[in-house]
């Protein structure tokens, strides 16, 4: 059974996140959402607190980045009524594509997004699990831009504050649902 509105505000969605040290390496703390995504209150709770903030704003589109933004994203997209963008790793979205290098906590990677798929100007919400440095969401955000659209903000279940990512966003509007 899905949770009301008034059930969402008493569930303490911290107790749904494992937290795993020295994952994927030494020094790390890994926030582990799968206990989250196990408890089908807990993931109801979630979706309705990362959607909230945006309920009112102009979307055109959400884009997901690979992997676990496409859990949150794609039940965003269709409470907004819009469609869903993956951005996903390299090599794995046929036909013509553009892409971004970036750097991680602990290494780099790439992101690819389908060419033509975003009208110009269009509003698009870009979602991800985890805010870490920023990195990934910012490669995001420039293919979004590459791609002439506009980027209407961004949302994440987790951020991990002192990291920073948040500051390498900026301008643009960030909503996390929680932050350690």
Same mark, same amino acid.
């Given at each position: 059974m899905t949770p009301t509105i008034a059930d969402s505000t008493q569930l303490d969605l911290t107790a749904f996140i494992r937290t795993i040290p020295d994952f994927p390496k030494a020094g790390i703390l890994f926030r582990d959402i799968a206990p989250l995504l196990a408890d089908p209150r807990a993931l109801a709770v979630a979706i309705e607190? *990362? *959607? +909230?903030?945006?309920?009112? #704003?102009?979307?055109?589109?959400? %884009?997901?980045i690979e992997a676990r933004g496409f859990l949150f994203?794609?039940?965003? +997209?269709?409470?907004?009524?819009?469609g869903l963008l993956p951005v996903r790793k390299p090599g794995k979205l046929p036909g013509a594509t553009i892409a971004h290098e970036y750097e991680l906590e602990y290494g780099s990677d790439r992101l690819e997004m389908h060419t033509g798929m975003l009208p110009a100007g269009a509003r698009v919400l870009v979602v991800d699990d985890v805010l870490a440095t920023g990195g990934t969401a910012g490669a995001c955000?420039?293919?979004? +831009?590459?791609?002439?659209?506009?980027? +209407?903000?961004?949302?994440? *279940?987790? #951020?991990?504050?002192?990291?920073?990512?948040?500051?390498?966003? %900026?301008?643009?509007r960030v909503e996390s649902v929680l932050v350690y």
């Open positions: 607190r *990362l *959607l +909230a903030p945006w309920r009112n #704003e102009r979307i055109d589109a959400v %884009a997901a994203a794609t039940p965003l +997209a269709m409470a907004l009524g819009v955000l420039a293919l979004i +831009a590459a791609s002439g659209a506009t980027v +209407a903000g961004v949302a994440f *279940l987790i #951020e991990l504050q002192s990291l920073g990512g948040r500051k390498k966003l %900026a301008p643009h």
